[in-house]
């Protein structure tokens, strides 16, 4: 019988636009306040993207990024995954924009969807399909432009979000298993406290629909927090015991960054100590499913993570979805 392959992890990158926008800048257009916003959520500034800078652009900015860093050819990429949740267009994928970008014409390319945990998912479906055989080389990204489905008007999203994009190198591999294990989760019943009502097909895009502002982001923050602390927290735990391993193997836990009190409340949960947790949201905000894999990159790039670390990554989003995954960077 064949020996079982495994994944191996060649690289990571990330890319953020470059204007910047403070919460002194918000300040001056809703009602609210530095101190509201850095105290409730960890958040100074965010990047916001250009009017002709799609989701696409980002993505292949951070796939240039992982390309180098993995020391690879962009040829030798044989499948293209995006998780996003702000696609250029409903059709065709953001991934097929991508890989038109990249020029490599006949790597095939979809989407995935599965809002903030997106990148989880991602990872796991890299997973299964090299060890399959199906591919050998995966580019998967993470990008976001949650600035172009926000309601500025709304103090109550409009502080949150922000664009960026991370990506991925994972190519089949007869020694190494990067990826130990992953756990994903999902509740649909949940679906009303996090979403993005109009512009798909339960409320085709419309002046009326518009008007409402119904192709922003709409959110009962407050419910949203209770569960994700629970789900990402019993995720966590139980991505762990199936990697083997035991917490003071894993070097750096990187979370969802979707609240710094949310963040916290994990950590406590699980028992661990506040500087062994990744935290970038002040200069990010919350990133959707791009936050875990460019604060991967970050603890790279910034000597937090060596060669051979384990690193254990958790997310929760609309959906409700959740995931969680122990790595080997
Ligand atoms: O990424 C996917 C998952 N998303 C999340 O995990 C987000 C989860 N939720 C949260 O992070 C938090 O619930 C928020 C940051 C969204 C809100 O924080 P909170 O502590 O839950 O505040 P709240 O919604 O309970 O609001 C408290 C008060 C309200 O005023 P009253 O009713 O007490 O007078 C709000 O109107 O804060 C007010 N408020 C604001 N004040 C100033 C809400 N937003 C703002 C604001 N500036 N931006």
Redesign the pocket.
Known sequence: MDKKVGVKILGTGSYFPKKILTNAD?EKT????DE??SA??GIRERRISENNEPTSELAYKASIDALESAGIKSEQIDLILVATTTPDMLCPSTACFLQMKLGLTFAPAFDISA??SGFIYGISVAKAFIESGLYKTILLVGAEELSKVTDWTD??????FGDGAGAMILSVSQENDDVLSVVLGANGLYSDL?FLPAGGTAHPATTETVNKKMHTIK?R??E??KV?VSKMALAAVKALELSGKKRKDIKLFIP?Q??M??IEAVAKKMGIPMDKIFVNIHKTG?I?TATTITALDEAVKTGKLQKGDLVELVA???GFTWGATVIRV
Not at 155 to 160: A, N, P, Q
């Open positions: 918000l809703v009602d609210t306040s509201w916003i409730r959520t809002a903030c103090r109550s999203t409009c502080v949150l996090l959110m923050g407050r949203v927090f994700a969802h979707a609240n009190r949310i919350n959707s929760f989003g609309g």
